[in-house]
């Protein structure tokens, strides 16, 4: 009996042993503690930077080799080519600037220089354009500029459609025996004040490294050189910058019907205009027409045929 007892006091001992491991009074390991996630803080973003528009001022574009220089209108203009001899740009709305450059016998013999207006015509009809029908050579010159000579004429585009959608293209040629540079800057627009931009930057054109050429490329026109005017009946020259920016200025015009006057003056899109808003255009240094293709006449006096608009494109 006595060891029966001893043995359920040993197995009540072991039991009691076990139920109280599982209560986990002491001697169990610790359970693993689970973090919770921080919410992350959202990132304020930056304040919106404004894109500043376009710089309605002229800047001067370099060539890459320091070559040539010319003054683009404004900031809309991109340069799209700089390959040595073939420099580009372009801008959205306003049109394209192209200067390329020949030198040496190779380049010269495949070049075609406009040395005259029908040489001019026959380089517009190698586009398959018909002159008269798609297109006009208008103010052609020939000059000589301290040895230096110069071409110069605009293309008036009668068929916007066959040109790509340039209403006048503006070409300079400088060239001599052995070089030679053109610049042609075709405008989008046909208003005077797109002609005066693009007519600007043409002339502001500067050959800076060494070159034949370089005599006649100052930045400053053709004005001092000895003109061969072309067969059109249009006096060579740019529109005089004061006459386009003041539109004080007026001009009297006669109605070829009854010749009856009428005062013209320039707005601010350098377009001519009467004080009851309809437009006029100049055919000639003295043919005038109307928005509705009335013919008119004017006299004029020296200047102002020297600063006639270019008639715009209809």
């Known amino acids: 009996m006595k060891n029966k007892k001893t043995l359920m006091i040993l197995a009540l001992a072991v039991t009691l042993s076990g139920v109280l491991s599982a209560c986990s009074f002491g001697g169990d390991e610790p359970k693993e503690i689970v973090e919770a996630t921080p919410t992350p803080e959202p990132t304020e973003a930056p304040d919106p930077t404004p894109t500043p528009a376009a710089s309605s001022q002229s800047t001067t574009y370099t060539s890459a080799d320091r070559s040539i220089s010319i003054e683009l209108p404004d900031a809309t203009w991109a340069n799209r080519s700089d390959e040595g001899d073939l420099v580009s740009f372009e801008s959205p709305d306003q049109g394209r600037i192209l200067i390329i450059h020949?030198?040496?016998a190779e380049d010269m013999s495949s070049a075609v220089i406009p040395s005259t207006e029908d040489l001019a015509i026959s380089l517009e009809q190698a586009s398959d354009l018909v002159n008269g029908t798609d297109f006009e050579i208008r103010r052609y010159s020939a000059t000589t500029e301290n040895g230096v000579n110069v071409y110069s004429y605009v293309t008036r585009m009668l068929n916007t459609e066959k040109s790509g959608g340039y209403s006048f293209v503006i070409n300079?040629?400088?060239?001599n025996d052995n070089e030679y540079y053109s610049i042609t800057a075709s405008?989008?627009?046909g208003s005077q004040k797109a002609y005066n931009r693009l007519q600007k930057s043409v002339n502001s054109f500067q050959i800076l490294g060494d070159s034949?050429?370089?005599a006649a490329a100052g930045g400053q026109g053709q004005e001092g050189g000895q003109a061969a005017a072309g067969s059109n009946g249009v006096v060579p020259g740019k529109p005089s910058e004061d006459i386009i920016s003041d539109n004080t200025k007026t001009r009297t015009i006669y109605r070829n019907s009854d010749g009856q006057p009428l005062v013209i003056k320039i707005d601010n899109?350098?377009?001519w205009v009467d004080d009851n808003g309809n437009s006029y255009r100049f055919a000639s240094e003295c043919d005038v027409y109307d928005q509705n293709d009335v013919?008119?006449?004017y006299h004029g006096e020296a200047a102002d045929v020297y600063?006639?608009?270019l008639p715009d494109s209809q």
């Open 102 to 104: 020949g030198e040496g």
């Open 187 to 189: 405008g989008i627009g």
């Open 269 to 271: 899109n350098g377009n």
């Open 295 to 297: 013919d008119y006449y």
């Open 212 to 214: 034949t050429l370089k």
């Open 172 to 175: 300079k040629y400088l060239t």
């Open 307 to 309: 600063y006639m608009p």
